[in-house]
């Protein structure tokens, strides 16, 4: 499985310790620096839409401007968290708007209120031939299938959706595991019998080192978002991180 680690802009040296890089479209946008990175950086480059972030995706246009300025592999179709209806209302938008010179893959995120509106979703973007890659987002997963498995916890609630997804033959395109909990190694380590869950990506390393915490000691995952613009960590911090991203790796 390939990993994307999303660290600060300042700190590229530990995203370039990933298989593949995430970037953001608000941050392509608005930070030259943060463009200028990507667009020379000769990483396998999924570009973001913001949905997880803002609740629903950037405007398509700009999500589709940040993928061609940093020459992007692959791109996330738009969706609204956990909203079915509207999330293949904006994905349809989406294809369409692509244009014939663009050559990304493009990534589904199956959205809903419940797991029978999820798995409906899921199975609309299966059978859609432009989605190429489907993610499955640390938000939307624990929302519909907590009830069914009982933890809400993605770390763990995730492995068992795709293990129902296996077993119920539901598995036909590459996955990936949009972003992660502090649960990320026993994750790993459960998704490693399954060939199409193709990538991950995730912050928990970088985050967790900036709190001073080991990923195989933490107990519960600090609430605060990551700070993508974060500087001047001392040298604590960055062993850290890095002995975070070696446990991660470790298991891959």
Known sequence: MKVAFI???NYPE????GDIAFTLTDWIIHNREYTSYYALSNMYKITDNMAAENGISSPINQVLSAARAVHADEVWAS????DKKETIRLTKLFLKSIKTYDKFKVVGLPQGKNMREWLSCYKWMLKEP???VIALSKYSVPKCFSKKFGT???GKVRPKVVDYLYKNNLIHK???LAGADNFIIHELKCMSKYPLIRSIDSNIAFKLGIHRIKIDECKVEPKERLNHNIKNLDEEQ???INYNIDK???VL
């Open 7 to 9: 660290s600060g802009i």
């Open 14 to 17: 530990f995203i370039e310790r």
């Open 79 to 82: 969706d609204k968290l956990y």
């Open 130 to 132: 432009r989605i190429d």
């Open 152 to 154: 809400n916890i993605i």
């Open 174 to 176: 590459p996955l990936h």
């Open 238 to 240: 960055i062993q850290i």
């Open 248 to 250: 991660i790796k470790e």
